[in-house]
């Protein structure tokens, strides 16, 4: 079975450019998760979707950072302009129904410079 | 608000030894608890979660974890330890099932041959 699928596995960009993330979710899960990792801070949720309509944001750090789901098997998170303090590890992570993640991509490695 | 501490970042044992890792947890409503392993450069994987109902709670890989609400405490335990256990464990904690949860720093499993 194909797991949550997350594209680019590592970005490394200047600061001030646009970044995009993209996330497949299991098929057949109906909530997405959007999560940051660093070290300073640990695991952090930034938003999180129910049937490709975002339930709770409140982790999103600012408006720079947006998130879509346009459809139940493939979500977005854009980062526009880009900070260095926005490098982390960034995984998308799905479930069924309305509980805590099961299964998590692998990550996005992303450097700003 | 909700936090959970887990005590020791790192933690080793030889190989067949028991583990135990520690967390506890703050939460003003009944809490829902998870553990979760990241081995390297993957994402979050859910090992078990409490709800409701039974305290001792098994999961993957075997796993288990007691809900002790006199000590707010959900330590992760396995009687014996594989070289394949080595990884990071996360325990999380909520206020439901839901959505938002609040992450430990972290313990980094290391198993010694």
């Known amino acids: 079975d194909a797991g949550v699928i997350q594209s680019p596995r590592h970005e490394v960009t200047e600061m001030g450019q646009e970044v995009t993330l993209r996330c497949k979710p299991i098929s057949g899960h109906n909530s997405l998760f959007w999560y940051r990792q660093t070290m300073m801070r640990g695991l952090e949720l930034l938003i999180y979707?129910?049937?490709?309509?975002?339930i709770d944001d409140s982790g999103m750090p600012e408006d720079r950072f947006s998130a879509k789901m346009p459809n139940a098997s493939f979500s977005t998170l854009k980062i526009q302009p880009s900070e260095p303090r926005d490098s982390a590890v960034y995984f998308c992570?799905?479930?069924w129904g309305t509980g805590q993640p099961q299964h998590f991509g692998d990550g996005t490695r992303l450097s700003i410079l | 608000a909700q936090s959970v501490t887990q005590l020791g970042s790192h933690v080793s044992v030889s190989e067949g030894a028991l583990v135990l890792l520690r967390c506890n947890y703050s939460s003003s409503v009944p809490p829902y608890l998870f553990w979760y392993v990241q081995y390297p450069n993957q994402g979050l994987q859910l090992l078990l979660k409490y709800t409701t109902g039974a305290t001792l709670v098994k999961g993957i890989n075997g796993f288990e974890a007691e809900f002790k609400k006199s000590e707010t405490s959900f330590h992760l335990t396995k009687p014996s330890a594989h070289m394949s256990d080595a990884a990071e464990y996360f325990c999380a904690v909520s206020d439901h099932d839901a959505g938002k949860s609040t992450f430990g720093d972290g313990t980094t499993l290391t198993v010694k041959p």
């Open positions: 992570a799905s479930t």
């Open positions: 979707f129910n049937n490709n309509v975002p």
